[in-house]
């Protein structure tokens, strides 16, 4: 794997992250909207109980997703200052041979 495959590889994982933090963030807001209409009028116990857990185990993934995003992200991005001229030659060289 070249440092421009590598590079890519590393923007698709911070891609990935990032969609994975959305998805979490997402998660959390449906769990909060549940939680806020068993409390105007169902205030079922087993939901109260069950979705507070749930809440708190997703809100620790957002941190710990959170924690591994910065961390990859400024990582990749060490990697991109470190290597740069090779991605830019590796990348150049990719975009002659797609034009023959």
Do not use: P, W
């Not at 200052?81 to 990348?91: C, L, S």
């Amino acid at each position: 794997m070249d440092k421009a495959q590598k590079f890519e590889l590393m923007n698709k994982v911070v891609r990935e992250l990032e969609d994975l933090q959305n998805s979490q963030t997402a998660l959390i807001t449906k769990i909060s909207q549940i939680e806020v209409d068993n409390m105007n009028g169902l205030n079922d116990s087993y939901l109260e109980k069950n979705l507070g857990d749930m809440h708190s185990k997703i809100a620790e993934n957002v941190d710990s997703i959170n924690e591994i995003f910065s961390h990859f992200e400024t990582q990749r991005d060490a990697y991109a200052e470190k290597n740069g001229a090779a991605i830019a030659a590796a990348e150049a060289a990719a975009a002659i041979e797609a034009v023959k």
